[in-house]
């Protein structure tokens, strides 16, 4: 079956400590996406990328990082210096269907760092 | 910049009644614009879109909307609601020409009552 996958669905961390989410997508699109959700703020974009090796900035990118060395996968990094990292994270992708691109979910992560 | 306001955090409805949760958009260019579901822990489902070719757009799940260019609306309705239609939900615009971005309300949690 097609689809993204996110791993892990629960992840605990202590303050301080970088940690890594992953994103791996089977359905041959060529963006992909990182959103952050926190209660009543809706989704803000982290950071996307619409070709390997290139990504870009969105709204809240600081104290994330990620990479886009394959096209099915895209991780981000969640460090030390994002001041508030308790979110639930979601990862996309998309392919142009026409000029719209509309955007695939993964199950999300939801990061606890304490 | 594009925008989208989300009317409503907690509209609640009785199971058979109407369902309208509203949606009100701001952008430079034509937009298109989306309606995602979400229910608890789990990723966002594509509702539907509209990408102009026709104002009243159908979805899944027995869900419409339409797409009012005067009001800069796109109001999501559902003629007789479900027990199974409790989800928060978000409205999303991408503007023509910055593919691949999508900007999100901050989203309305439907619940409905017996």
């Known amino acids: 079956d097609g689809g993204i996958t996110q791993s892990p669905k629960y992840l605990f961390r202590k303050e301080g400590q970088n940690v890594t989410l992953s994103c791996e997508q089977n359905?041959?699109?060529?963006?992909m996406y990182w959103y952050r959700q926190d209660p009543g703020q809706g989704l803000r974009l982290i950071y996307y990328?619409?070709?390997?090796?290139?990504?870009q900035k969105g709204d809240i990118a600081e104290g994330y990082s990620v990479s886009r060395e394959k096209k099915e996968s895209f991780p981000l990094t969640v460090t030390s210096a994002q001041k508030n990292p308790t979110a639930f994270y979601l990862c996309?992708?998309?392919?142009?269907?026409?000029?719209?691109?509309?955007?695939?979910f993964g199950p999300g992560t939801r990061l606890t760092v304490t | 910049a594009q925008s989208v306001t989300q009317l409503g955090s907690h509209v609640s409805v009785s199971e058979g009644a109407l369902v309208l949760l509203r949606c009100n958009y701001s952008?430079?260019?034509?937009?298109?614009l989306f309606w995602y579901v979400q229910y608890p822990n789990q990723g966002l489902q594509l509702l539907l879109k509209?990408?102009?070719?026709?104002?009243l757009v159908k979805g899944i799940n027995g869900f419409e909307a339409e797409f009012k260019k005067s009001e800069t609306s796109f109001h999501l309705t559902k003629p007789s609601a479900h027990m199974s239609d409790a989800a928060e939900y978000f409205c999303?615009?991408?503007?023509?020409?910055?593919?691949?971005?999508?900007?999100f309300g901050t989203g309305t949690r439907l619940q409905v009552t017996l």
């Open positions: 996309a992708s998309s392919i142009s269907t026409g000029e719209v691109y509309e955007q695939y």
């Open positions: 359905l041959n699109h060529d963006a």
């Open positions: 990328s619409q070709i390997v090796n290139d990504f």
């Open positions: 952008s430079s260019v034509p937009p298109y």
């Open positions: 509209y990408t102009s070719a026709a104002t």
């Open positions: 999303a615009v991408s503007e023509t020409g910055t593919a691949s971005k999508l900007t």
